[in-house]
């Protein structure tokens, strides 16, 4: 098992910048993929960026070029930079651990963008 803890959420203006933490309970050294996904008010929870164990990223289109993921295994830490934020950005963030064959979610941190 692993418990994943997310923090660095909060309100920030249009073009502003957070950095989003999701600290593991182990190492996440070997954990296939770790990922960042958000859910918006009456909206599905939706892929944001993931990375491998390998450092294979992948990125939701709509944060190409503004969002970056990366990990830490010396921290158990995955990071998602976000620049240039966007009111529509705004939502609850959630990371994931993919440990085959189970799955786990942090509780998510809230990320409000405005003005």
């Known amino acids: 098992q692993v418990q994943l803890v997310e923090s660095g959420g909060g309100l920030v203006q249009p073009g502003g910048s957070l950095r989003l933490s999701c600290a593991a309970s182990?190492?996440?050294?070997?954990?296939?993929?770790m990922g960042w996904y958000r859910q918006a008010p009456g909206k599905q929870r939706e892929l944001v960026a993931q990375i491998t164990s390998g450092g294979a990223t992948n990125y939701a289109d709509s944060v190409k070029g503004r969002f970056t993921i990366s990990r830490d295994n010396a921290k158990n830490t995955v990071f998602l930079q976000m620049n240039s934020l966007k009111p529509e950005d705004t939502a609850v963030y959630y990371c994931?651990?993919?440990?085959?064959?189970?799955?786990?979610w942090g509780r998510g941190t809230q990320v409000t963008v405005s003005s």
């Open positions: 994931k651990a993919n440990v085959f064959p189970s799955t786990y």
């Open positions: 182990r190492s996440i050294f070997g954990i296939d993929v």
